[in-house]
């Protein structure tokens, strides 16, 4: 069993920025997956277990930055957000690779929100 806690997140105007957080209890390869309202769950960025290798989906690259800076919590900076950031974003751990594959745990997601 993985506990996962989230944090961050909120309002913010577009070209604002927004930072989340997920610590899992253990040390997984993490990520970061939105779903926007109507829409299916799609991959926003992830980070290798040992922090090595980042992958951002192509809507976020140059703008979004996943990182940790410890084993078990990891960061999505949020930079020059566009409305169509809008979405709830959801932390997910794989437990079995390196890199973030199957990812077998989630957080209880987190609501971002892009408004003028």
């Known amino acids: 069993q993985v506990d996962l806690v989230e944090s961050g997140g909120g309002l913010a105007q577009p070209g604002g920025s927004l930072r989340l957080s997920c610590t899992a209890s253990?040390?997984?390869?993490m990520g970061w997956f939105r779903q926007r309202p109507g829409q299916d769950r799609e991959f926003v960025a992830s980070?290798?277990?040992?922090?090595?290798?980042k992958y951002h989906a192509m809507s976020v690259r140059g703008r979004f930055s996943i990182s940790r800076d410890t084993q078990t919590t990891a960061y999505l900076q949020m930079n020059n957000l566009k409305l169509e950031d809008t979405a709830t974003y959801f932390c997910?751990?794989?437990?079995?690779?390196?890199?973030?594959?199957?990812?077998?745990?989630w957080g209880q997601g987190t609501q971002v929100i892009v408004s003028a």
């Open positions: 253990g040390r997984h390869s």
């Open positions: 997910a751990v794989d437990t079995a690779n390196q890199q973030l594959t199957r990812p077998d745990y």
């Open positions: 980070i290798t277990r040992k922090g090595a290798n």
